[in-house]
């Protein structure tokens, strides 16, 4: 489904990734672990098209993410790639049912549509009765997980996570961890996970861990 070929990435004399290959099947959940520094999250950018590789390809269901450009880019990535970040970058001025319909609004499906699959969305993760709050009403959890259904509302090939749960205390990361689990389940979706928590790694069905740039198990 997404498969990663010798991707390399420098930043001047820096060699951050130093030629990684991997797969990831569809409906799989896998952690990238490894030390800061290591090249997580500069690896999770190659498979989410915000930056591109110095050397070595990435395909998405086929498609060669390097060919794709400007606006055919962004609407590849739109409706094919969800993203959770540590921090959620919700918008304040949004409640959170508005935050999960941004995307789909975005790339043009009905505001009818969209809201009804966004509530469908927030019930699964226990939030329909916070749907109204906007963010600074919501506890953290609650914030990661109208994250959570933002990037799960066009339906996405696949979900990319940058440490979900490096904000979250031990209670909500937990909950976190399970949401993940029944959504895969529930929705058939594939996850890619970049994590220091090994409590969150654990529940993944593959571990890939990189040292110095490279894929060390």
């Known amino acids: 489904m997404l498969q990663v070929i010798d991707i ?3 930043f001047g004399k820096l060699k951050v990734l130093k030629g990684i290959d991997f797969t990831i099947e569809e409906n799989e959940i896998a952690s990238i ?20 590789p110095s050397k070595g390809e990435v395909y998405l269901d086929d498609v060669k993410l390097s060919s794709l450009h400007g606006r055919n880019l962004a609407r590849f990535r739109n409706q094919n790639i969800g993203f959770i970040f540590q921090f959620h ?45 906007k963010p600074a009403e919501l506890s953290g959890g609650e914030m990661q997980r109208v994250a959570v259904a933002r990037a799960l509302i066009n339906n996405p090939k696949i979900i990319l996570a ?3 749960s490096g904000n979250l205390d031990t209670e909500n990361k937990k909950e976190l961890y399970t949401f993940f689990t029944q959504l895969r389940k529930l929705y058939k ?8 928590d090994m409590s969150l790694a654990k529940v993944s069905d593959r571990i890939i861990k990189l040292q110095d740039g490279k894929i060390v198990t």
Not at 33 to 52: C, F, I, N, R, Y
Not at 189 to 196: A, G, L
């Open 33 to 52: 672990v490894g030390p800061s520094g290591a090249g997580k999250t500069t690896l999770l950018q190659m498979m989410g098209t915000l930056d591109k």
């Open 89 to 133: 970058n919700l918008l304040t001025e949004f409640t959170a049912l508005e935050n999960v319909c941004i995307p789909a609004l975005i790339s043009g499906k009905s505001k009818k549509e969209t809201q009804k699959r966004a509530e469908e969305l927030l019930e699964n993760l226990n939030l329909i009765d916070r749907k109204d709050h």
């Open 162 to 164: 940058d440490e979900p």
């Open 8 to 10: 390399h990435k420098s």
């Open 189 to 196: 979706q594939t996850f890619v996970i970049v994590t220091h």
